[in-house]
């Protein structure tokens, strides 16, 4: 803290100068003295707020002081430093007290309460601690790696006292912190441990700080739905071809080993981020048949084919294509044999013999 040029009575520049100079050599206040004066404990201020620092006198003091360090602050009623945050709030005989407003980390350290009795100079000393709220000086970017790869990720944060910094996935499947310090490795990560990660810094003296890094895992197509269809002469036939992929796939139709163009007569191919509609609007015989989805992406490929064909209606039951019933219990259709469908002309025929 600065000090102020300022015109005082002799006396006060003599007994300041004394004060300073038992700071200087470490001079101890004196056996029996130890309650006189009395200063507070250790003050802990957070950063920003006010400091307020008391000493306990009595009758027998005849001159009073505060300084910081070697510096005078205030000398009785008299001002010694510049700065405008260091204010007197009382100087009675039972008091002498100071403030020190919107206390910054500089400002931490010892301050000495010096009387003055029967011309003996005697200190007391307190310690200011200035708190600061945790903050986050350095994070990592957003990262975009291939499924398998190393990731490094990183969380500085600086406060008073020092902040504990942990990571956590913000995932439905993750559980508690996967990290308590400042970096974060993954060896082989998958594709499920892609998300956001957010960091943590805390130190209790205001509420924690936190900030995210997103991580995109990167990984080849996978189709997980691609069904055959069956669909009456003259109706409307869908074909969907289900693939998750980052990035997201392209996608791709083929009839036997005849590309599917877009616009062509009759068919339309919609393409959303993980799934792929060929749609039928008038379906003929020369659509039966068979269809290959292929979803490709910068880290591979892959296929699937189904089968587009003709669902008719009988007497006896309904059945769908070739090698396809239904299943009554559930009214699904499932794959099986033809065998059963034989068994009442068998019978039929039995009777000739």
Known sequence: MAQAKMHHPVSWVIFAGMAALLLSQGVPVRSGDATFPKAMDNVTVRQGESATLRCSVDNRVTRVAWLNRSSILYAGNDKWCLDPRVVLLANTKTQYSIQIQDVDVYDEGPYTCSVQTDNHPKTSRVHLIVQVSPKITEISSDISINEGGNVSLTC????????T????????????????????????????????????????????????????????????DAKSTGVPVGQ??????????????????????KRLAEGQKGLKVENKAFVSKLTFFNVSEQDYGNYTCVASNQLGNTNA????????????????????VHDG??????????????????AQLARHF
């Open 236 to 257: 409307k036939g869908i074909l969907l071809c289900e693939a998750s992929a980052v990035p997201s796939a392209d996608f791709q139709w083929y009839k036997d080993d």
């Open 329 to 346: 219990n559930n009214g699904a259709w499932r794959r099986g044999g033809c065998t059963w469908l034989l068994a009442l002309p068998l």
């Open 305 to 324: 084919s189904m089968i587009l064909y003709e669902e008719t209606t009988t007497a006896l039951t309904p059945w769908k294509g070739p090698g396809a």
């Open 156 to 163: 500085i944060a600086t406060g008073r006292p020092d902040p």
């Open 165 to 224: 910094i942990t990571w956590r996935h913000i995932s439905p499947k993750a559980v508690g912190f996967i990290s308590e310090d400042e970096y974060l490795e993954i060896t082989g990560i998958t594709r499920e441990q892609s998300g956001e990660y957010e960091c943590s810094a805390s130190n209790d003296v205001a509420a924690p700080v936190v900030q995210r890094v997103k991580v995109t895992v990167n990984y080849p197509p996978y189709i997980s």
